[in-house]
């Protein structure tokens, strides 16, 4: 019978040790996971790039729901283990399940310890471990104002840099005379303050929180020891971490500050083992992923009845993820009366370095600014090799000693073979060439796949390059692109450009000559391509209704007991009592359920059975109205005010334009969907300043402003141009949705095109560059001279009459 | 198991079910969604997705399986099951192609209804 392994604690521990375990002795387990955390496993050590918005939460899941299942693993997600039963052998969770184990594996990790001040607990005081912290902390960033982080450790310094990144005013409050003072001496934590400071962030040394200070029942600010208090929108405290032990002691575990393990990660129980940031090996806790790799390995090992491998504890070495900083140490670098040190220190270029001797070999480096060397320090350090002899040119690293300098890969190339180049993976120079020759790889992903080597904190993922490019040569092409899905390592925009290259004009040849991995695609890249090949090809394309989301191909939102909604077109927002007397009469016929005013400026009708919707079209068609596409992801509304028809402040005529701009952009597709509004003054009574293109009339013309947002994010436009006449403001606006089709990928709103490419690249095309913005203006035109089209009257008329047809069976028939 | 072809009812025309897509049939026992992947095999499902009943005959079809349109749940199309991490399990009925004909299994269409 298959053995029963239960694993507490889905973090990054548990999910290597599975790794290894399944490579190691696939089917011999049926394995359970409890997560506390509602989620698959994911890398924890890129939240920051995550909170900075550097990553997505997809970038840095490492087990996906598709490994649980090939692994036959039983996650549950979201369920926490409240207690073990030694002598039973079983764990009971919250939700009352009692859950059977022949092997327990407890990977509970560490919690965020909460200094206990008065105010610890208020709303708008948060702690950095998770990714619920990460959504915390951004939906307080949404907002804006100021943060206070409490700690300038590696976690404080991270959440700092990010918030500061999210357009937060960020201070950092830390108890000791320099940051960082457990991973760095006082010289590198000074120039790491002057960076921090450089990115608008405020550093507060040997300052002592004393409380949080409360208003209207949340957090406000920080009031220090010496009396200062620091306003705070949000406080985030990151001064340190606790090992998750207390399950295990309620269970009678041996347990100190972590849960203790011998050398086989054993615990007190010999059916019970712990890995990660929980345990405690031989008087240690740690805090990195490294040592917790290391330990995996060994559980894995003993879990498969594999003697050898035993853990007899870890080196560290330290990186912070701020890019733009670069900073490394390793080892012991206190001061000593038996120690010898060696400092380099450059101010123009702000490059510190320090190696600290003890009897002729090397015990520790910090390095600040220039980090090149870091991983042959850190290798001289492991090694413990005696250094004597290049003791003088020692702090100039390797490439001195060896290649030529300036050779870029110099430092790499000098490194023996058991280098490590990845410490997070404790992966060697050696084992990635042999993996790189072995397997032919050619890219970091392979790599990455192969080895592990910078599938954790990326940041040796530059050394991997080199080693690379040290390996294949001229072969060697530098490659990060996030690729569309899992059917194509291609990304976006390779995809698009050699879609144009190639002349590709259908799905399928595109799938073939871009060499697609599965059949027919997936619902991520199929309603992408054919929007791509929609927009490359106008005219031509023949649009594939089964690469369509519901809502597209039906053109009605799908509804949430699978009815759906009707939103027809009111140009610019204006109706008559004609309109209206026909929509009270459709939603009379066929008692539909709902009618609503949307936040668009036109009538909803809720509730409409599928079979019904052709019915429906063809009344709303009979009196005039066709598709407001509400569902689309291409020209939404054109909201309006009543400008100068009506209005005492208008200076034009915003409805008019409005409609006019409604009537000649209806019906394009565009990458996401898109929404525009026009103003008829600067009181912006259509909120023009927060659409995708938003138009201000002023008394001498027109302000076309573009980039804006109302959504999941809320961005104020900016200026594109300010113009004389409608027809400029036209052609304007025109052409950039036209370079925003052209090179927005599938699903990316314009604000967030726009922040990719650079406003100021888009404003030189636009406006500075006439022929290039008459150029963008034709092809829409061209484009759209076969985009308007009702699609509600082609279905009236039969088209794809099997969507609203279903196929009967009487009752007869079935009973027989 | 030995059936016999009277055990199957004639449903409809391999051709009233699009290439990559699908169509709802309107049973006694409730819809059933029919689905034709892309290299023409047919598929007969209760169009209910065991997660909050999404009609899955309004998914996207892919490989041998369908995105359930409100909450992009996948379902493989042979088996039923909800496939990832997801759990569930949609009733899948015995579907046989004759001479361009759709049979499906009779007693699971009127257990369905029953
Ligand atoms: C009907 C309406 C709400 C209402 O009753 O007023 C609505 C309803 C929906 N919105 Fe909206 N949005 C409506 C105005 C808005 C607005 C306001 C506006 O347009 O002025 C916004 C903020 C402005 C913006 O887009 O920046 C808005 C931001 C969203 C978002 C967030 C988009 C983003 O990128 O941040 C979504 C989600 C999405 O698109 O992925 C969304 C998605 C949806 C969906 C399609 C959700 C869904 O997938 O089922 C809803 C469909 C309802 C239906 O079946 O008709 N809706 N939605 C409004 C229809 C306007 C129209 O006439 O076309
Ligand atoms: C923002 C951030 C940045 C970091 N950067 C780095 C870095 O650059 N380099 C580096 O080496 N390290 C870094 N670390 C540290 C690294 O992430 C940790 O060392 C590592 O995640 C520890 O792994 P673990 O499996 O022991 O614990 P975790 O990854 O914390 O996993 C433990 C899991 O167990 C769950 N759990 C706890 N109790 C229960 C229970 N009773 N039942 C069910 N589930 C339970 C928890 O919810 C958690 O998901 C960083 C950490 C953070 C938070
Ligand atoms: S935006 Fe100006 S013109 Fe329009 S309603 Fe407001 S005040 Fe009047
Ligand atoms: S109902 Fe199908 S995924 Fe939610």
């Given at each position: 019978?298959?053995?029963?392994?239960?694993?507490?604690?889905?973090?990054?521990?548990?999910?290597?040790?599975?790794?290894?375990?399944?490579?190691?002795?696939?089917?011999?387990?049926?394995?359970?996971?409890?997560?506390?955390?509602?989620?698959?496993?994911?890398?924890?050590?890129?939240?920051?790039?995550?909170?900075?918005?550097?990553?997505?939460?997809?970038?840095?899941?490492?087990?996906?729901?598709?490994?649980?299942?090939?692994?036959?693993?039983?996650?549950?997600?979201?369920?926490?283990?409240?207690?073990?039963?030694?002598?039973?052998?079983?764990?009971?969770?919250?939700?009352?399940?009692?859950?059977?184990?022949?092997?327990?594996?407890?990977?509970?990790?560490?919690?965020?310890?909460?200094?206990?001040?008065?105010?610890?607990?208020?709303?708008?005081?948060?702690?950095?471990?998770?990714?619920?912290?990460?959504?915390?902390?951004?939906?307080?960033?949404?907002?804006?104002?100021?943060?206070?982080?409490?700690?300038?450790?590696?976690?404080?310094?991270?959440?700092?840099?990010?918030?500061?990144?999210?357009?937060?005013?960020?201070?950092?409050?830390?108890?000791?005379?320099?940051?960082?003072?457990?991973?760095?001496?006082?010289?590198?934590?000074?120039?790491?303050?002057?960076?921090?400071?450089?990115?608008?962030?405020?550093?507060?040394?040997?300052?002592?929180?004393?409380?949080?200070?409360?208003?209207?029942?949340?957090?406000?600010?920080?009031?220090?020891?010496?009396?200062?208090?620091?306003?705070?929108?949000?406080?985030?405290?990151?001064?340190?971490?606790?090992?998750?032990?207390?399950?295990?002691?309620?269970?009678?575990?041996?347990?100190?500050?972590?849960?203790?393990?011998?050398?086989?990660?054993?615990?007190?129980?010999?059916?019970?083992?712990?890995?990660?940031?929980?345990?405690?090996?031989?008087?240690?806790?740690?805090?990195?992923?490294?040592?917790?790799?290391?330990?995996?390995?060994?559980?894995?090992?003993?879990?498969?009845?594999?003697?050898?491998?035993?853990?007899?504890?870890?080196?560290?070495?330290?990186?912070?993820?701020?890019?733009?900083?670069?900073?490394?140490?390793?080892?012991?670098?206190?001061?000593?009366?038996?120690?010898?040190?060696?400092?380099?220190?450059?101010?123009?270029?702000?490059?510190?370095?320090?190696?600290?001797?003890?009897?002729?070999?090397?015990?520790?480096?910090?390095?600040?600014?220039?980090?090149?060397?870091?991983?042959?320090?850190?290798?001289?350090?492991?090694?413990?090799?005696?250094?004597?002899?290049?003791?003088?040119?020692?702090?100039?690293?390797?490439?001195?000693?060896?290649?030529?300098?300036?050779?870029?890969?110099?430092?790499?190339?000098?490194?023996?073979?058991?280098?490590?180049?990845?410490?997070?993976?404790?992966?060697?120079?050696?084992?990635?060439?042999?993996?790189?020759?072995?397997?032919?790889?050619?890219?970091?992903?392979?790599?990455?796949?192969?080895?592990?080597?910078?599938?954790?904190?990326?940041?040796?993922?530059?050394?991997?390059?080199?080693?690379?490019?040290?390996?294949?040569?001229?072969?060697?092409?530098?490659?990060?692109?996030?690729?569309?899905?899992?059917?194509?390592?291609?990304?976006?925009?390779?995809?698009?450009?050699?879609?144009?290259?190639?002349?590709?004009?259908?799905?399928?040849?595109?799938?073939?000559?871009?060499?697609?991995?599965?059949?027919?695609?997936?619902?991520?890249?199929?309603?992408?391509?054919?929007?791509?090949?929609?927009?490359?090809?106008?005219?031509?394309?023949?649009?594939?209704?089964?690469?369509?989301?519901i809502?597209?191909?039906v053109?009605?939102?799908i509804?949430?007991d699978g009815t759906y909604?009707?939103?027809?077109?009111?140009?610019?927002?204006?109706?008559?009592?004609?309109?209206?007397?026909?929509?009270?009469?459709?939603?009379?016929?066929?008692?539909?359920?709902?009618?609503?005013?949307?936040?668009?400026?036109?009538?909803?009708?809720?509730?409409?059975k599928k079979e019904d919707l052709?019915?429906?079209?063809?009344?709303?068609?009979?009196?005039?109205?066709?598709?407001?596409?509400?569902?689309?992801?291409?020209?939404?509304?054109?909201?309006?005010?009543?400008?100068?028809?009506?209005?005492?402040?208008?200076?034009?005529?915003?409805?008019?334009?409005?409609?006019?701009?409604?009537?000649?952009?209806?019906?394009?597709?565009?990458?996401?969907?898109?929404?525009?509004?026009?103003?008829?003054?600067?009181?912006?009574?259509?909120?023009?300043?927060?659409?995708?293109?938003?138009?201000?009339?002023?008394?001498?013309?027109?302000?076309?402003?573009?980039?804006?947002?109302?959504?999941?994010?809320?961005?104020?436009?900016?200026?594109?141009?300010?113009?004389?006449?409608?027809?400029?403001?036209?052609?304007?606006?025109?052409?950039?949705?036209?370079?925003?089709?052209?090179?927005?990928?599938?699903?990316?709103?314009?604000?967030?095109?726009?922040?990719?490419?650079?406003?100021?690249?888009?404003?030189?095309?636009?406006?500075?560059?006439?022929?290039?913005?008459?150029?963008?203006?034709?092809?829409?035109?061209?484009?759209?001279?076969?985009?308007?089209?009702?699609?509600?009257?082609?279905?009236?008329?039969?088209?794809?009459a099997h969507e609203f047809n279903p196929l009967k069976l009487s009752l007869a028939e079935a009973a027989e | 198991?030995?059936m016999r072809a009277s055990d199957f009812i004639d449903v409809g025309s391999l051709d009233d079910v699009p290439?990559?897509g699908s169509r709802v049939l309107r049973a006694p026992g409730g819809d059933i969604a029919l689905f034709k992947?892309?290299?023409?095999d047919i598929f007969a499902l209760r169009d209910e997705c065991p997660?909050k009943k999404g009609p899955l005959s309004q998914g996207?079809v892919?490989?041998?399986?369908v995105?359930c349109p409100?909450?992009?749940?996948?379902i493989?199309l042979e088996s039923g099951?909800?496939?990832?991490?997801?759990?569930g399990c949609t009733n899948v009925i015995a579907v046989r192609v004759e001479?361009g004909r759709i049979l499906l299994d009779a007693r699971a269409l009127a257990a369905q209804a029953a």
């Amino acid at each position: 019978m298959t053995e029963k392994l239960v694993v507490i604690g889905n973090g990054m521990a548990a999910g290597r040790v599975l790794d290894h375990l399944f490579e190691q002795a696939p089917g011999r387990y049926a394995v359970t996971v409890f997560g506390a955390e509602p989620r698959v496993n994911y890398n924890r050590i890129l939240l920051s790039p995550v909170l900075s918005g550097e990553k997505t939460f997809d970038d840095i899941v490492t087990h996906d729901h598709a490994w649980y299942a090939a692994h036959g693993v039983d996650l549950r997600a979201g369920v926490t283990v409240t207690a073990i039963d030694r002598a039973a052998k079983t764990v009971t969770d919250t939700t009352g399940t009692v859950t059977p184990y022949d092997k327990l594996l407890v990977a509970t990790g560490s919690s965020p310890f909460i200094i206990p001040v008065p105010g610890a607990n208020l709303p708008g005081v948060v702690t950095y471990r998770d990714l619920d912290d990460v959504n915390a902390m951004l939906a307080a960033a949404e907002k804006g104002g100021s943060a206070v982080v409490i700690g300038g450790g590696l976690l404080g310094l991270e959440a700092a840099a990010g918030l500061a990144m999210r357009g937060m005013k960020v201070s950092v409050v830390h108890l000791m005379p320099t940051l960082m003072e457990r991973q760095l001496d006082a010289a590198a934590g000074y120039l790491l303050q002057g960076a921090m400071e450089a990115r608008g962030v405020e550093v507060f040394t040997k300052a002592n929180t004393k409380a949080i200070v409360e208003e209207d029942g949340r957090a406000v600010g920080v009031l220090l020891e010496d009396g200062r208090t620091l306003a705070a929108d949000l406080v985030v405290m990151a001064v340190g971490i606790r090992p998750n032990a207390g399950l295990a002691k309620a269970a009678g575990l041996n347990v100190n500050r972590g849960l203790v393990v011998d050398d086989e990660m054993r615990t007190n129980d010999g059916d019970v083992f712990a890995v990660g940031e929980c345990v405690e090996h031989r008087g240690q806790c740690y805090g990195l992923v490294a040592p917790l790799f290391e330990m995996a390995k060994v559980v894995a090992a003993r879990l498969t009845d594999d003697p050898a491998p035993r853990y007899e504890g870890s080196f560290l070495s330290t990186k912070l993820k701020v890019t733009g900083v670069d900073l490394f140490s390793a080892g012991d670098f206190a001061d000593g009366p038996d120690r010898d040190e060696i400092v380099l220190r450059d101010a123009a270029r702000k490059i510190y370095k320090r190696l600290v001797l003890k009897d002729d070999q090397l015990i520790g480096a910090v390095m600040y600014g220039d980090t090149a060397d870091g991983p042959y320090f850190f290798e001289l350090v492991k090694s413990g090799e005696d250094v004597s002899d290049i003791r003088d040119t020692l702090i100039f690293g390797r490439s001195f000693a060896g290649a030529g300098a300036g050779d870029p890969n110099a430092a790499v190339a000098g490194l023996p073979d058991s280098a490590e180049i990845c410490g997070c993976n404790g992966v060697c120079k050696g084992a990635i060439v042999g993996a790189i020759q072995a397997k032919g790889l050619t890219d970091v992903n392979g790599v990455r796949a192969h080895t592990k080597a910078s599938a954790s904190c990326g940041s040796c993922t530059g050394l991997v390059e080199q080693v690379l490019a040290l390996t294949l040569g001229e072969g060697f092409q530098k490659a990060d692109v996030e690729p569309m899905c899992g059917c194509t390592d291609l990304g976006h925009d390779d995809v698009r450009r050699l879609i144009v290259a190639k002349e590709l004009k259908t799905i399928p040849q595109v799938m073939q000559e871009l060499e697609w991995k599965t059949s027919c695609g997936c619902a991520k890249c199929r309603p992408a391509l054919n929007y791509y090949l929609l927009c490359d090809w106008p005219g031509e394309y023949q649009d594939d209704s089964q690469s369509r989301f519901i809502n597209e191909r039906v053109h009605a939102n799908i509804q949430k007991d699978g009815t759906y909604s009707v939103v027809p077109r009111m140009w610019g927002g204006m109706t008559s009592p004609s309109e209206l007397r026909a929509i009270a009469d459709v939603a009379d016929k066929f008692a539909i359920p709902a009618v609503k005013v949307t936040g668009g400026q036109r009538i909803d009708l809720l509730g409409v059975k599928k079979e019904d919707l052709p019915a429906v079209w063809a009344d709303l068609n009979a009196a005039g109205m066709v598709s407001g596409h509400a569902y689309a992801k291409g020209l939404r509304t054109v909201k309006t005010c009543v400008g100068t028809d009506w209005c005492r402040f208008g200076t034009q005529d915003s409805t008019g334009l409005g409609i006019k701009i409604e009537k000649f952009m209806w019906g394009s597709w565009t990458p996401a969907k898109l929404k525009l509004a026009v103003s008829g003054c600067p009181r912006n009574c259509a909120e023009a300043t927060c659409k995708d293109v938003g138009v201000i009339c002023v008394e001498s013309g027109y302000e076309v402003h573009f980039a804006g947002a109302a959504g999941l994010h809320v961005r104020q436009t900016d200026l594109l141009c300010k113009v004389a006449t409608e027809e400029e403001c036209m052609e304007h606006i025109a052409a950039l949705t036209q370079l925003y089709r052209e090179q927005g990928r599938y699903l990316e709103r314009m604000y967030k095109w726009a922040k990719r490419v650079g406003l100021d690249t888009i404003r030189a095309q636009i406006v500075d560059d006439a022929a290039r913005r008459r150029a963008l203006f034709d092809r829409f035109v061209l484009s759209q001279s076969t985009a308007q089209i009702d699609p509600w009257a082609e279905r009236v008329a039969g088209k794809e009459a099997h969507e609203f047809n279903p196929l009967k069976l009487s009752l007869a028939e079935a009973a027989e | 198991m030995n059936m016999r072809a009277s055990d199957f009812i004639d449903v409809g025309s391999l051709d009233d079910v699009p290439v990559r897509g699908s169509r709802v049939l309107r049973a006694p026992g409730g819809d059933i969604a029919l689905f034709k992947s892309a290299e023409g095999d047919i598929f007969a499902l209760r169009d209910e997705c065991p997660h909050k009943k999404g009609p899955l005959s309004q998914g996207i079809v892919h490989g041998r399986s369908v995105t359930c349109p409100l909450h992009n749940w996948i379902i493989d199309l042979e088996s039923g099951q909800a496939m990832g991490a997801d759990h569930g399990c949609t009733n899948v009925i015995a579907v046989r192609v004759e001479n361009g004909r759709i049979l499906l299994d009779a007693r699971a269409l009127a257990a369905q209804a029953a």
